[in-house]
């Protein structure tokens, strides 16, 4: 599975940002899409996750850090994930990679788990 993560850039605080990650590859399904960051010296947090969800939908959980500013959703048939940033704050500045829980054909169906190569987001004050 490749993930292709896109989005990050330069901006001020209080503005916004979306960012996308698109997997690929031999994917029979994708349970678990998340967000994680990480900023200078500090170790990789989880911002956000939705997992597959039957016919109401996936369920979300967010970083409380974020919460209220940051919403994550998924579009199913484009294998994508995105992560609207509101109300951005200089203490968001970060790497954000994606990663997925995913199945994928080979021999037989084999279950993994994937990172994105990460985008870099800057909130200047």
């Known amino acids: 599975v490749q993930l292709q993560a896109s989005g990050g850039g330069l901006v001020q605080a209080g503005g916004s940002l979306r960012l996308s990650c698109a997997a690929s590859g031999s994917i029979f399904s994708i349970n678990f899409m998340g967000w994680y960051r990480q900023a200078p010296g500090k170790q990789r947090e989880l911002v956000a996750h939705?997992?597959?969800?039957?016919?109401?939908?996936?369920?979300?959980n967010y970083a409380d850090s974020v919460k209220g500013r940051f919403t994550i959703s998924r579009d199913n048939a484009k294998n994508t994930v995105y992560l609207q940033m509101n109300s951005l704050k200089p203490e968001d500045t970060a790497v954000y990679y994606c990663k997925v829980h995913a199945t994928t054909y080979g021999v037989g169906l084999l279950g993994g788990q994937y990172w994105g190569q990460g985008t870099l987001v800057t909130v200047s004050s």
């Open positions: 939705i997992t597959s969800g039957g016919t109401s939908g996936g369920s979300t």
